[in-house]
């Protein structure tokens, strides 16, 4: 551990300028989601909801990125990525900041669309950011880099967001499960939210070629238009991975508890491991890649997790959580290395809008399942959502196998 610890930091020290704004950013804005996510379901809970408005909740926070997933692609492409991260964090403070200050579960519908769209927003501007700011052999190592440490940082996330209940708690004398210590702890998103502003308030200068384009007026050059059975078969695979997503993901924390009857801070620390595999499964697929090609890599990574996503249906929780962690590892490791041959495959022009189709579909996967799937839950438990969940991954990994041959780097 000492030895992979001491690479990192070499690494690291070894990056561009540039590159090391965006990974703090990426921490940061990441420490906040993964508190989020911890957190809110339990929130929803204390405020007397149940699962199955968890699940709607969660599609409408999904669909908003479906909805806003064109937009967001025209904003990258046109206003340049950085200008559209700053916009997504603040909007995802002040989305939050409304969250906590309404109960009505309309007005909370409304406020998960705000922090949908915005939180799609701003991740989905990263992986342009980046493209435009690395040379192509770089793209394999520094999207791993980038994915690992925003997912790595939910080893801090989620063990601190298990414990911020309890202290909040403590120091007003209430209970740790109330809905007063739950919204304490959630105000530490809007301060992280805020905080990933600062890495890259300045201008991050980009590659020459790059730079956007202008005509004469000073306006942007028109995009090239992308073929739609093109557009289709790049956000296939993310697709399938969004379903797989939405019949598992916004319900893990309740997984763990409701089946293993665990504690708030032993959740916080399991889905905290699960960060930090995953994390580590981004960081070092890289590897695979330059052995198999980023295209077979991404894709084997990804068939590899439907075996372990059948292992968490053992009653078992040793095996639980072993299966938790393969699926995580292999997932973390397959979807940047996808992101980077997808960027391999567009033109600097349309970097945003096939990302944001990516986001787009992705999102919709999730939408499409996720409140399906907090019905199914209520009536039929666990057990469908993780075959369903099984049977995603595997035609997701298929899809990748039948993206388009690289013709070299554009």
């Given amino acids: 551990m000492l030895t992979i610890r001491l690479r990192a930091q070499a690494a690291i020290a070894q990056l561009p300028s540039p590159v090391r704004r965006i990974l703090a950013h990426s921490l940061i804005l990441g420490l906040a989601m993964s508190v989020a996510d911890l957190l809110f379901n339990f929130y929803l809970v204390s405020l007397g909801y149940s699962t ?16 806003a997933g064109i937009p967001i692609g025209m904003l990258i492409d046109r206003a340049g990525a950085q200008r559209a991260i700053q916009i997504g964090a603040a909007l995802y403070a002040i989305g939050w900041v409304a969250q906590l200050m309404v109960s009505n579960i309309w007005a909370l519908g409304v ?60 120091l007003i004398a209430v209970d740790p499960q109330s809905t007063t210590a739950y919204r304490l702890a959630l105000c530490s998103v809007v301060i992280l939210s805020l905080m990933a502003l600062l890495p890259v308030l300045k201008a991050i200068p980009l590659l020459p070629d790059a730079a956007p384009r202008t005509n004469a007026a000073g306006a942007g050059q028109a995009n090239e238009r992308l073929p739609f059975i093109f557009i289709v078969r790049m956000t296939l695979p993310s697709l399938l991975l969004g379903i797989g997503a939405g019949v598992f993901l916004p319900f893990q924390n309740l997984f763990f508890r409701q089946q293993f009857q665990l504690s708030d801070a032993v959740v916080g620390t399991v889905l905290a491991c699960g960060s930090l595999i995953m ?36 009653p078992n929780l040793i095996l639980t959580m072993i299966g938790f962690f393969i699926r995580g590892a ?72 039948a993206l388009p041959v690289e013709q070299g780097s554009k």
């Fill in 111 to 170: 406020t998960q669309a705000i922090i949908g769209a915005a939180g799609l927003l701003t991740l989905t501007s990263v992986v342009p950011l980046l493209t435009n700011v690395i040379h192509s052999e770089q793209r394999a190592a520094i999207f791993g880099l980038n994915a690992g440490a925003a997912m790595v940082i939910g080893l801090i996330g989620a063990t601190v967001g298990g414990i911020l209940p309890a202290l909040f708690g403590g």
């Fill in 52 to 67: 199955d408005t968890a699940g709607y909740l969660s599609t409408i926070y999904r669909f908003a990125g479906v909805v």
């Fill in 330 to 401: 292999c997932i973390g490791a397959s979807f940047p290395l996808n992101d980077a041959y997808t960027m391999q495959l567009v033109s600097p022009r349309n970097r945003g809008t096939i990302v944001s189709s990516t986001s787009m579909v992705w999102s919709l996967g999730w939408a499409a399942t996720a409140s399906l799937a907090g019905l199914i839950e209520k009536q039929y438990g666990f057990a469908p959502l993780l075959i369903v969940g099984t049977v995603s991954y595997v035609l997701s990994g298929i899809a990748i196998f």
């Fill in 279 to 314: 994390g580590l499964g981004a960081m070092f697929g890289s590897p695979f890649a330059k052995r198999l090609g980023l295209k077979r890599a991404a894709a084997i990574l990804r068939l590899g997790s439907a075996p372990a996503m059948l292992l968490m249906l053992s």
